[in-house]
C-alpha cells in the first residue's frame, strides 16, 4: 500500500517537473529516435541534391526548409519550394522578395527529384535587410529541424519525439515573414500541427 502511496504522489508531482504524464499507450507512441533507423540522406544532402537539380537557374535562389506532402508525413514525398531575392535600385540594401520559382519535388525520400516552374511568379514583398533586427535565429536550428521531418518521414521517430525539434520551422518563418507567410500556408497542416501546443 504504501508502495502506491508513493506512485501515486509522484505522479502527482510528475507534470510540475515539466515531464508530462503518459499512459502506457502513449508511452509507446513516444518512443526515442531508433538508433538503428536512418533517414536516406541527410537534410543537407537533401537540399544540396535539390539545388544540384535545379543547375543553372540556382543564382539568387533560396530554398524554404523542406516540407512533406502529406500529414501526417511517414512514409510521404518531400519537397523544397525556392524564392528568389531582386536588388532593388534604391541605393539602400532593399531586395523584392518572388516566389516561389520552383519546386522541387520528392516523390519518396530515395526518388530523384523533379523540378516544377511555378506560374506566374508573385512578388511577396520588400525586405529591407538593414531594419533586420539580430536575433538568436540559427541556421542550424532549420537544420535540425529539417533532419527530424526526414526521420519521422523514414519512420524512425515519432511526431510527437520530434515536436521539439521541428519548432525550428517556426523559428525560419518568424525570421523570413515573406516568404514565411506563403510557406505556412503551403504546409499549413505541419504549421498548424506545430503551433498547438
Request: hydrophobic share 35%; with cysteine; net charge negative.
Amino acid at each position: 500500500m504504501r508502495i502506491a502511496s508513493c506512485v501515486a504522489r509522484f505522479l502527482v508531482v510528475l507534470p510540475l517537473l515539466g515531464c508530462p504524464e503518459r499512459t502506457p499507450k502513449e508511452a509507446h507512441a513516444m518512443k526515442p529516435k531508433d538508433e538503428s533507423c536512418h533517414a536516406p540522406k541527410t537534410a543537407r544532402s537533401f537540399v544540396e541534391q535539390a539545388r544540384e537539380e535545379l543547375g543553372p537557374g540556382m543564382v539568387g535562389a533560396e530554398f524554404a526548409p523542406v516540407l512533406p506532402t502529406q500529414w501526417p508525413p511517414k512514409g510521404g514525398g518531400l519537397e523544397y519550394f525556392v524564392y528568389r531575392q531582386r536588388p532593388l535600385p534604391t541605393g539602400l540594401v532593399k531586395f523584392e522578395v518572388q516566389g516561389p520559382t520552383e519546386r522541387v519535388h520528392f516523390v519518396a525520400p530515395g526518388a530523384k527529384p523533379r523540378v516544377e516552374s511555378l506560374e506566374p511568379v508573385v512578388a511577396l514583398g520588400v525586405e529591407d535587410m538593414t531594419a533586420r533586427e539580430p536575433s538568436g535565429f540559427s541556421q542550424s536550428h532549420v537544420e535540425q529541424a529539417e533532419q527530424a521531418l526526414l526521420d519521422v518521414v523514414a519512420g524512425c521517430r515519432s511526431l510527437e519525439g520530434a515536436r521539439g525539434d521541428l519548432e525550428g520551422y517556426l523559428e525560419w518563418v518568424e525570421q523570413n515573414p515573406l516568404q514565411g507567410r506563403d510557406l505556412e500556408r503551403r504546409g499549413d497542416t505541419l504549421f498548424s500541427w506545430l503551433r498547438r501546443r
